[in-house]
């Protein structure tokens, strides 16, 4: 795990236990200073992207999912979950690699 004030390339956080995500739902987690979307997948899979929207500042982990999309809930823009990119023309958002680790416990990198 991480220490300091900004974002550590690479730097490995651990979020938390799995539970407090949902299956088919995602929330928001403050990692070295940037807001970011855990969302865990129907098939128990998790994914992780900015949990800002870039059009409008809308709460992407409140946002509608399925398997490969998040939609923001102010303004109905998509982007996918895997990449961050826009479906609907919208600027994309960061996508960050996040696992469970052994303990049950979200893992999740920096790029």
């Known amino acids: 795990m991480s220490a300091g004030a900004g974002p550590v390339p690479g730097a490995v956080h651990v979020l938390g236990p799995l539970e407090q995500v949902p299956v088919g739902e995602g929330r928001a ?51 996918d979950l895997a990449t961050g990119c826009s479906t609907t023309g919208a600027g994309p958002l960061h996508s960050y690699p996040v696992t469970a680790d052994g303990e049950g416990n979200i893992v999740l990198q920096l790029p």
């Open 29 to 79: 987690f403050g990692v070295a200073g940037e807001q970011i979307a855990v969302f865990r997948l129907r098939d128990g899979s998790l994914r992780a992207v900015s949990a800002v929207c870039p059009h409008k500042g809308g709460p992407i982990a409140d946002g509608t999912i399925d398997r490969t999309v998040v939609m923001c809930p102010l303004h109905q823009h998509s982007f």
